[in-house]
């Protein structure tokens, strides 16, 4: 038997030296098949040239993949149990540096900035996500001013079908629009719920978002302001984009005025519900909206 971190043994072994048991709380499962875990590393093309980011760590197994095939992985874990375990079993790489931090309160750009020798180096996000907060945590990622380089990351099969999905679809949102706006998505390949200690009450999948090579024809003004927009346009995805408007930028009547001419210049409807607009109509009705100071 092999001494992997990720072999079943040897998680067995561990969690039971530090009599740990996985918490729900914290969507831990662990991945326990070590050719699976090769082939995400793999999947994301990892090279001693990059820059690798870790959400969850957990016990380490994804982690000791990534630091043999990384320049250098920043290891970004929650629970404060898994600290020391993490100390030990990543001992034998001076190439990983773990830090005890919720994913979603990290200043990424700061935490890049800190923690890479050279943070020029391409950035690729590389993880098996805590399933209970996937799409927050890709919201995240991508509404930062960080260019990622890949982003490569296992989720619920359902979830990953989101990230494709075509406006007017039930899985078409926020999330889906983020990703067309810069990056394009693939899914991998699947990974059986038997793979993990324990297994989870679904299937997943490993998707690989690249840095978009098309450029986009239409640009926003400014991309912090799209993403934060679009979240803020599906705040209420069963409303209106009228009503979801009024939320994001105002109700006065003479804000109200000027919203009517934007739309009817750009030849949306306001009674549209959001899921039904293109990325391309996003953006140019948030550079419509800039125009006339909204
Ligand atoms: N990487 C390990 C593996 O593949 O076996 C563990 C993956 S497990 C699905 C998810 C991991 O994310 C757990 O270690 C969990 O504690 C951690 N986690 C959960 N929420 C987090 C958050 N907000 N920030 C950072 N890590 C988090």
Known sequence: ???????????????NEYGLHAKKGFGQNFLTDPAILQRIVEAAEVTTADNVIEIGPGIGALTEKLAQAAGQVVAVEIDQDLIPVLEKTLAPYDNVTVINQDILKANLPELIQQRFTDPTKPIKVVANLPYYITSPILMNLLASPVEWSSITVMMQKEVAQRLTAKPGTKQY???????????????????????FIPAPNVDSAIVVLKQRQQPLTTKPFDKQKLMGFIRGCFAHRRKSLWNNLQTVIGKDENIKAKMTKVLEK????PQLRPEKLTLAQ??????ALHQEKL
């Open 1 to 15: 038997e092999s001494a992997q971190i990720g072999s079943r043994k040897t998680t067995r072994s561990i969690l």
């Open 282 to 287: 996003f953006i140019n009705l948030l550079n």
């Open 173 to 195: 949102g926020a999330l889906t629009l983020a990703i067309e706006y810069q990056m394009d998505a693939e899914v991998a390949f699947n990974v059986s719920r038997h793979s």
């Open 266 to 269: 750009i030849e949306i409807s």
